[in-house]
Structures are given as C-alpha cells and as structure tokens.
C-alpha cells in the first residue's frame, strides 16, 4: 500500500503490481465505485475528462476502465485526458494498398499439320504457326470478410491508478 506524499499532485497516474494502492488511489478499473463526497477535489478536477463514469447511484461514480493493450500516451494536449485510442487490430482496406492491377498476357503458338511430301506418311509436315497474345485477368484474390491483423506489441501487464487526495470522511 502506497503512503501519498504532501506533494502528490491530484490526478497523477501511476501504474501498480498490487490491486490496492491506499483510499487515495482510485482503480481505472470501470467497475470500483467510490462515493462524491469523498474526492469533492479529485471530482472538480476530473470534470472535463472523460475519465469519470456515473455510479449506480447519484453519490457515487467510477473511473474509467483502460482495458489490456490501451498504454498511457502524453498527447501534448492534442487529445482529450481520457480518450482510449488506437486499437489492437486494423483490417486491410484497398486504401492500404498500393495501386496494381493483375491483368497477364496468355502467349501461345498453334502450329498446323500439314500432309505434303515423301515423309507425309511417316512424319507430320508443319505448314504454319499462329500467334496468339490474349489478355487475360487472373482470379480475385483474398476474403470477402478479411482476418483481422493483430498489431498489439508484447508488453507487460500492471494495474493503473489516478491519485484523488486523501478521501473525506
């Protein structure tokens, strides 16, 4: 259990091996539900985020869940506190792709036996070979619905807390 220093900025997170820090560590867990009264501060602070949900009750609320493959990111203030963003999987869109095409030419050559000669009995005489370059187009290639890619590099797994301030009694 974490002892919070005088110091300790409200709203700081901090990441945890254990399931409890201490009352002043509230769990990002979207399930913990703590009472209003308790964290008035915490609350004025945090109204503007999205890191706060409702409660079963008016008196209560709970923080946000960042579930597993979400990792903390400093935005520069370019994207609201709480945002979950990104995402552990992308499908492929022709837009990923560079522009191709997959057309061949199919070249063959049809050769015409003929019947002329001393040898017309024993071996076939060609009399002429025709080209022929036909333009062909291959199959269509992949799925109607695609296999997702999974992008979620390894990582290592912690609990994620935000410093509220000692609680009110």
């Not at 300790?8 to 209003?36: N, Q």
């Not at 503007?48 to 409702?54: E, Q």
Request: proline share 8%; glycine share 10%.
């Amino acid at each position: 259990m974490s002892t919070p220093d005088l110091m300790t900025p409200i709203d700081i997170l901090r990441h945890g091996m254990f399931t409890d820090m201490g009352p002043a560590w509230l769990r990002l867990d979207g399930a913990t539900e703590y009472k209003r009264a308790m964290y008035p501060v915490f609350l004025d602070k945090a109204k503007d985020s999205r890191l706060i949900l409702p409660g079963k009750t008016s008196d209560t609320f709970k923080c946000l869940r960042v579930p597993a493959g979400y990792a903390t990111v400093a935005s520069g203030f370019d994207l609201k506190a709480g945002d979950l963003i990104g995402s552990d999987k992308v499908t492929l869109t022709i837009d990923n792709m560079p522009a191709h095409d997959h057309s061949y030419v199919d070249d063959t050559a049809i050769a015409t036996a003929g019947n002329a000669g001393l040898a017309s009995g024993l071996l076939p005489l060609l009399t002429g070979i025709t080209a022929s370059s036909p333009s062909k187009t291959t199959g269509k290639a992949g799925k109607a619905t695609p296999d997702l890619v999974p992008i979620k590099p390894p990582g290592f797994v912690a609990y994620l807390f935000v410093f509220a301030g000692l609680p009110r009694q």
